[in-house]
């Protein structure tokens, strides 16, 4: 797939992956083999019908092949731009054992990009002629991957969904996380309108359990609910000086420059004064997001500091790639022990360097400090991108809900809670995880919430 040439990406805030051309989409396409007992099929968490829509492309019957996509997965642009799919339905195409797989995920945005160029508007299902009307009003909380979906399918089985955001965007994480250069804002809003074409009402600026409490929506006539809303509580260091001025959470960070669109200074007056020296702390998507928004906004020296070595790392190996092409070093095996200050704006962080020890909890191979091995490194920023946890605010509202011990709420594979009519999925179950998984419990949990209206008579 085409990108921008490094040099040029990192002055602008523009998309770096172009998308496939017609003629680069047929010959993928064609490497198909169709399989019958299709493993790519499984491998997707949403179980869309892959050889299908891939044998739809072969024939140019692009608007089709949407439409086998969208059976299942209502964020197909999304999805096919920020999808592990290297960790998904392609690590499971039976090509993968001679070498490389179909590039499914680079086929579902060229046939969702297709509809969006070729549609001013995405279309409006008729609901009269395909659906059975359930009736009931079912609230939604959280717009992100999760909420979306489940709304999505409520509503194209004929509920009345109502979603409710806190933030003033709707889209969650997609919107203001996720950058602009890897997920265009545009094409976020075509998908979250294709959602409110199926009927969804979204409500933005509502923050449940402060604005609003679930038993005010019992009041108001909804007999069930979804939660989802995701793991938005930064975790910090813990380390001295954390609180001076230039220290971010990549929460605040990426909010700043992605929802407050800080980039677009002097159009919007929310401008992030980053420096020349930049650090970025830890080694998933949102760290690599945060280094090279840094580097967009002028930095000229951007570190992700990571406590283990580039193996362990969690981000995207694409994403770890096109750091590295726009010049974002990277300290490995080095962990930050303190941040020194000047005025009360930070000037330098000291570091400790690692060896790797024996694997943890989580399987991968424990830092263990080298002794004498500290180092100051000079800073003008530094950025925090070491995970997040369920914000807490709605939850403290509903006792009642069984929570783990990590403060995530207990739900089960399909999403029941310990509280009847409340279902729940995505971050806020798994802690951070990823677009599609949180979709496909979205999805599970909207199957769960149908049997339970018509379980029951209301
Ligand atoms: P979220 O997307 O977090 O959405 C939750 C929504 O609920 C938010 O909009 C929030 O404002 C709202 N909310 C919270 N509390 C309330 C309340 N009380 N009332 C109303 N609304 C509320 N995954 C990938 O697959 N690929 C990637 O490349 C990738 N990159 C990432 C980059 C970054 C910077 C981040 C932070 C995450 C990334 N992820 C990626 C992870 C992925 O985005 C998340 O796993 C996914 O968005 C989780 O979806 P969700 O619906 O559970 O929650
Ligand atoms: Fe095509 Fe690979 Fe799926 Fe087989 S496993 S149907 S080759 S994408």
């Not at 197909?76 to 195409?93: H, L, M, N, Y």
């Not at 380390?239 to 605040?252: K, M, Q, R």
Request: aromatic share 6%; with cysteine; net charge positive.
């Amino acid at each position: 797939m085409q990108k921008q040439p490094a040099q040029e990406r990192i002055k602008n805030f523009n998309e770096v992956a172009l998308g496939l051309s017609e003629e680069e989409a047929l010959r993928e396409a064609n490497k198909c083999l169709g399989c019958k007992k299709a493993s790519c099929i499984i491998g997707c968490p949403v179980e869309i019908d892959i050889p299908g829509f891939i044998n739809l492309i072969k024939d140019k019957r692009y608007d089709e092949a949407i439409k086998v996509i969208k059976e299942k997965n209502s964020l197909p642009a999304i999805c096919g731009r920020v999808c592990p799919q290297e960790d998904q339905c392609e690590k499971a195409c039976i090509l993968l054992r001679k070498g490389t797989p179909v590039h499914i995920g680079y086929l579902e945005r060229f046939v969702a990009d297709w509809e969006i160029k070729n549609s001013v508007k995405p279309k409006t299902v008729n609901r009269k002629s395909k659906i059975v009307n359930r009736k009931s009003k079912i609230a939604v909380i959280g717009s992100g991957p999760a909420g979306l979906t489940c709304s999505a399918d409520l509503a194209k089985v004929g509920y009345e969904v109502t979603l409710f955001e806190s933030l003033h965007k709707p889209g969650g994480v997609l919107v203001y996380g996720i950058p602009e250069f890897r997920l265009p804002k545009g094409i976020v809003a075509y998908e979250v309108d294709y959602i409110r074409s199926l009927g969804v009402t979204i409500e933005t600026n509502v923050v449940a359990g402060k604005t609003v409490t679930l038993d005010d929506l019992r009041e108001e006539g909804f007999q069930a609910f979804f939660i989802g809303s995701g793991a938005g509580l930064p975790y910090f260091l813990g380390i001295e000086g954390e609180n001076l001025n230039g220290v971010y959470s990549a929460n605040e960070f990426l909010t700043r420059v992605n929802l407050m669109k800080a980039y677009r200074f002097p159009e919007y007056d929310t401008p992030v004064n980053v420096g020349e020296r930049v650090g970025v702390i830890g080694g998933g998507n949102v760290a690599m997001d945060s280094a090279r928004c840094a580097k967009r906004l002028g930095a000229k020296e951007v570190t992700i500091i990571y406590r283990r070595s580039e193996e362990e790392m969690p981000a995207r190996i694409e994403e770890i790639e096109n750091a590295k092409e726009e010049g974002i070093k990277f300290h490995l095996l080095t962990n930050p022990t303190k941040i020194l200050g000047e005025d009360g704006r930070i000037r330098e962080a000291e570091c400790i360097r690692n060896s790797l020890g024996e694997p943890d909890s989580s399987g991968r191979r424990r830092p263990v400090p080298i002794k004498g091995s500290s180092f100051r490194t000079k800073l003008d920023t530094l950025v925090c991108a070491i995970g997040q946890g369920p914000n807490p605010l709605l939850l403290s509202t509903m006792p009642e809900l069984n929570l783990t011990r990590k403060g995530n709420i207990a739900a089960k594979e399909d999403g029941s809670t310990s509280i009847p009519n409340v279902f729940s999925g995505g971050d806020i179950v798994t802690g951070t995880a990823t677009v599609i998984s949180a979709m496909g419990a979205g999805k599970r949990a909207a199957h769960s919430i149908d049997e339970y209206i018509r379980s029951r008579s209301f």
